[in-house]
């Protein structure tokens, strides 16, 4: 709340490499009356998951690359 779009507010996360470097973020935009307090642990919950699946697919496709 109180952002630069007035009725709207996001949540995001980082996206790292397996070293821990930061390059890339997983994001929503949700309208307020959506994002209750109760609604909060569940999105992020989601995104985390969302999160960890990328970075487990960047893990792969490295490995995979390196033995290339």
């Not at 949700?30 to 969302?50: C, D, N, S, Y």
Request: charged share 15%; with cysteine.
């Amino acid at each position: 709340s109180g952002g630069l779009l007035p009725g709207v507010s996001s949540l995001a996360l980082p996206i790292a490499t397996a070293r821990g470097t930061v390059f890339a973020s997983l994001g929503i935009g949700v309208i307020e009356p959506r994002l209750t307090p109760g609604r909060l642990p569940e999105i992020l919950a989601l995104l985390r998951e969302e999160v960890s699946c990328i970075q487990a697919e960047l893990a792969a496709s490295r490995t995979l690359l390196a033995h290339q």
